[in-house]
């Protein structure tokens, strides 16, 4: 007899008990809980139940509703004992492996819970929210029913941020239906007084650190801050490896910087007459703008003066982040040099930091950069703060690539430039940070760059205009990828 007429797991029942049975004696059959089995006898049992979570749930409490905050989270809670809330008719709790679902009585789905996989409901958001404001007794060990106060004010700013104003009190209006519909009216009025302290409509005191935050009028976004507090941890265990500039002619590294941050951006030029800009003042008639651009990302970081200015607090820093965005971004007055964005921007996929969210965001991130020893380490943290911010309409990479190096010239350090064949490297380090939260790669790539750009003479434009050359600092970074070229060392030239 085949075990595979079966799925993955299934429950016995009268008409296969004698084939379930059989194939249990046979070996080809592994028990997982009570009357639940699966024909996989290969794989490790928790891997099995954690990718069928959810037809376990149906299958064991057929018609079942996730619930409390299971509904918000839609996920067990963390192991080791992973729990999943349902409201059911069966009140039995099971445990398989390291998952515990536990049910409880409940009023039985309304309208706006819907049916989700076979043969489960899932509580609305907004009924789930009410639910989670119960007051609730969890036995001592036990994991907790419902989110905590923190946890919901964190969960409503999360969905004001996503969602914006109008959206929100739309649900808040849902909510009240339903509060009176299921009886949960003293729940309501908990919620409500939360997002009114969020909207600044009402004075109750909130309790979690971005609730407090919006209400004092510095809204930030809790994930991106969540990615700051990861690469500093990061940044904190960096061996110092620091490199001084001993270079007095720098015009050369000024006029690189500039040109490969903005073709890093797509304004390209040719060098020769990206030199012509920067050096003889000459605008093509055809690109003003991009001639612009890489003028004033030049006019930037050749004052060194400028460059290297250390931070009084909060305010000065995003003073001087705001007058070089409008240095770099002068002749695009669309853009709103030196203002920070007012609609959404993304890149991609990537939705960047809400605007009303930009200034609390680059305040939490401030508060956690000034606790940074290291120039480097200050550089890479600016660096990503900027990138992941977001916080102007355009030229955000350009700035937060000057922001950078301005923390090592204000130290005597070495800047970072990016060569264009290494624009790919960049970029991928910076995605696996935002999407991931693995920092190490960041700070990996930008040790390489400094570190080569460490290893350029920049005394003379010529030569260092050729070793560039011949380390591949110029090449298109995609055909680089396709016939196996790289940014070379300068040492491995010979």
Known sequence: ????????????????????????????????????????????????????????????????????????????????????????????????????????????????????????????????????????????????????????????????????????????????????????????????????????????????????????????????????HKLYREILNLAQNIRYNTQTKLDALYFYEAYFSNF?????????????????????????????DVLGTFKVVSNGDAMAVRYRNFEHFVDVLRARHATIMDSRKDKMPGEFKHIKNQAGSTVFVNPENVVGTLRQGFDLYSKIDTAFGRAVFMMFLISEVHPFNDGNGRVGRIMMNGELVARGEQRIIIPTVYRNNYLSALRALSNSGYAEALIRMLDFAQKYTNAIDWSNFQDATDLLAQTNAFMNPNEADENGRRLRFPSEIA
């Open 1 to 228: 007899m085949d075990s595979m007429i079966f799925p993955e797991v299934f429950i016995s029942t009268a008409e296969n008990k004698r084939q379930v049975y059989s194939l249990m004696k046979a070996g080809k059959l592994r028990k997982l809980s009570s009357k639940l089995y699966t024909p996989n006898i290969v794989d490790d049992a928790e891997k099995i139940v954690n990718r069928n979570l959810w037809r376990i749930v149906g299958l064991l409490y057929p018609n079942a509703l996730i619930s409390d905050r299971t509904a918000l989270e839609l996920k067990p809670t963390p192991h080791p004992n992973g729990t999943v809330f349902i409201i059911s008719d069966k009140t039995r709790p099971t445990t398989i492996c390291n998952t515990i679902i536990k049910p409880r009585k409940g009023h039985p789905p309304i309208e706006g819970d819907n049916r989700f996989m076979d043969h489960l409901f899932l509580m609305s958001s907004e009924r789930a929210m009410l639910e989670n404001a119960r007051a609730t007794r969890t036995p001592q060990g036990e994991v907790p029913r419902n989110l905590s106060d923190v946890e919901l004010e964190e969960y409503l700013d999360g969905h004001l941020t996503k969602y914006g104003t109008n959206a929100v009190n739309k649900m808040r209006d849902r909510m009240k239906d339903i509060a009176r519909q299921i009886g949960l009216d003293k729940e309501f009025e908990k919620i409500n007084g939360m997002i009114g302290s969020l909207l600044s409509t009402h004075d109750i005191k909130l309790k979690s650190t971005a609730g407090v935050a919006r209400q004092s009028g510095y809204p930030f976004d809790v994930k991106r801050v969540e990615l700051f």
């Open 264 to 292: 890093i951006e797509g304004t390209e030029f040719a060098v020769e007459e990206a030199r012509n800009i920067v050096f003889e003042n000459y605008i093509p008639p055809a690109r003003p703008q991009d001639a612009h």
